[in-house]
């Protein structure tokens, strides 16, 4: 069965404090690694697809990177605005989802 | 318009009510998703729409769960019966997709957010 697994379930970073949120996955063919971003009281918001081992995507203080195990998203130098709950999906016939990481950035 | 979106917003029910909840998705977009987020969990599919196929139905919890769509168009989620653990938000997703092809990037709706007393 595809599962896919995020740690930690919630993270408190100080501004400025870098940091990493794990995505481990067990998918039977992957078509792609999905990060998205939700805030309180919206639906997730796309973020970055990647689809082979050692791909690296980078928007901004975000960087994604995957293994043929896992995905990380690197947080480098984060804002009190990238406060929200990240979401790990792999790709089957709808998206398989992470039950996410709610980070927390404090000033 | 430029986004999906759904509604209402907010739904709140009786146990044993049927609901209706509606989503409009982003003009062109050949595929529909339906997710359930339940408090503290992840999203769990419910359905999916390619086109004028039959949908995937794999995911819907219970034969009270049904969904339609017409062609490319606004699709609505209908519970009958609802009980307490319905109780979640309920979000619509829509992507260009070529039938057989990846899922690729969904874009979501705001979501229902439904409470059955």
């Known amino acids: 069965e595809d599962q896919v697994t995020q740690s930690p379930e919630a993270l408190r970073l100080q501004e400025g404090e870098s940091s990493s949120l794990n995505c481990s996955y067990t998918?039977?063919?992957?078509?792609?690694l999905f990060w998205y971003r939700q805030d309180p009281g919206k639906g997730p918001e796309f973020l970055f697809t990647?689809?082979?081992a050692g791909e690296e995507k980078e928007k901004e203080r975000l960087k994604a990177t995957l293994t043929k195990k896992e995905s990380f998203l690197h947080i480098t130098a984060p804002k009190p605005e990238d406060s929200a709950t990240y979401l790990c999906?792999?790709?089957?016939?709808?998206?398989?989802f992470g039950k996410g990481t709610t980070l927390s950035v404090s000033s | 318009g430029a986004g999906v979106s759904q509604s209402p917003s907010n739904k709140v029910t009786e146990k044993g009510k049927d609901v209706e909840l509606r989503c409009d998705p982003i003009?062109?977009?050949?595929?529909l998703y339906w997710y359930r987020q339940r408090l503290g969990q992840g999203l769990e599919f419910l359905i999916y729409?390619?086109?004028?196929?039959?949908?995937?139905k794999s995911g819907l919890p219970s034969d009270r769960f049904s969904a339609e769509r017409t062609g490319e168009s606004v699709s609505t989620l209908t519970i009958q019966r609802t009980q307490q653990e319905d109780s979640a938000v309920y979000l619509c997703?829509?992507?260009?997709?070529?039938?057989?092809?990846?899922?690729?990037?969904?874009?979501f709706g705001p979501g229902t957010r439904l409470t059955v007393l």
């Open positions: 999906a792999t790709s089957g016939t709808a998206l398989i």
């Open positions: 998918v039977s063919g992957l078509r792609g």
């Open positions: 990647l689809y082979s």
């Open positions: 003009s062109g977009h050949t595929a």
């Open positions: 729409f390619q086109g004028n196929s039959a949908p995937d």
């Open positions: 997703a829509s992507i260009f997709r070529i039938a057989g092809g990846p899922t690729g990037e969904q874009f």
